[in-house]
T-cell receptor, first 113, second 111 residues
Framework: DTGVSQDPRHKITKRGQNVTFRCDPI?????LYWYRQTLGQGPEFLTY????????KSRLLSDRFSAERPKGSFSTLEIQRTEQGDSAMYLCASSAPLNTEAFFGQGTRLTVV | GQQLNQSPQSMFIQEGEDVSMNCTSSSIFNTWLWYKQEPGEGPVLLIA?????ELTSNGRLTAQFGITRKDSFLNISASIPSDVGIYFCAGSDQGAQKLVFGQGTRLTINP
């Protein structure tokens, strides 16, 4: 098992463009989380899935953000009409059933210019 | 909302010294986790704590779950250069799946 995998590692986009990130969790983990981290801060929760169901969304997740996990395996996070304030590291994590220990991927660093 | 206050924000130490950092919460948590993050990478889980008063070690790292369930600390003994990084505490309360993170402690080691 190679751990949580995120793609791409880096993304530079122009303001107003749409971007999509992918996360592949650890294979036996049924819970998948998205966090956002800005410089000098700890990660902030965005949303999480249990299998294919999206069970919680943070108020940080504006209507320009959408996350999916259609088959309960990989997940995508899409940001529409990107703004400069969206520039951050987007982290994906997964955890095993009934376990709070979350294992993180290497993140996708988004820069909006 | 829940907030975690982590201190100190940064530490500059000599190789071989012991390190201590702590985290306090405005509310009770039933799980405390400690992570380490290096530049450009995601956080790596170091230690997980599940019971008030629990003391857990992982090599040179030792962490404790505070009796009040509102705090936790992490100690690193005999620091080495590869300990450099940012250490984050994270907690979750009963029934919640999300983690709340502290602001991090940046550790710098002078050889």
């Amino acid at each position: 098992d190679t751990g949580v995998s995120q793609d791409p590692r880096h993304k530079i986009t122009k303001r107003g463009q749409n971007v999509t990130f992918r996360c592949d969790p650890i294979s036996e983990h049924n819970r998948l989380y998205w966090y956002r981290q800005t410089l000098g801060q700890g990660p902030e929760f965005l949303t999480y899935f249990q299998n294919e169901a999206q069970l919680e969304k943070s108020r940080l997740l504006s209507d320009r953000f959408s996350a999916e996990r259609p088959k309960g395996s990989f997940s995508t996070l899409e940001i529409q009409r990107t703004e400069q304030g969206d520039s951050a590291m987007y982290l994906c994590a997964s955890s095993a059933p009934l376990n709070t220990e979350a294992f993180f991927g290497q993140g996708t660093r988004l820069t909006v210019v | 909302g829940q907030q975690l206050n982590q201190s100190p924000q940064s530490m500059f130490i000599q190789e071989g010294e012991d390190v201590s950092m702590n985290c306090t919460s405005s509310s009770i948590f039933n799980t405390w986790l400690w992570y380490k993050q290096e530049p450009g990478e995601g956080p790596v889980l170091l230690i997980a704590l599940y019971k008030a008063g629990e003391l857990t070690s992982n090599g040179r790292l030792t962490a404790q779950f505070g009796i009040t369930r509102k705090d936790s600390f992490l100690n690193i003994s005999a620091s080495i250069p590869s300990d450099v990084g940012i250490y984050f505490c994270a907690g979750s309360d009963q029934g919640a799946q999300k983690l709340v993170f502290g602001q991090g402690t940046r550790l710098t080691i002078n050889p």
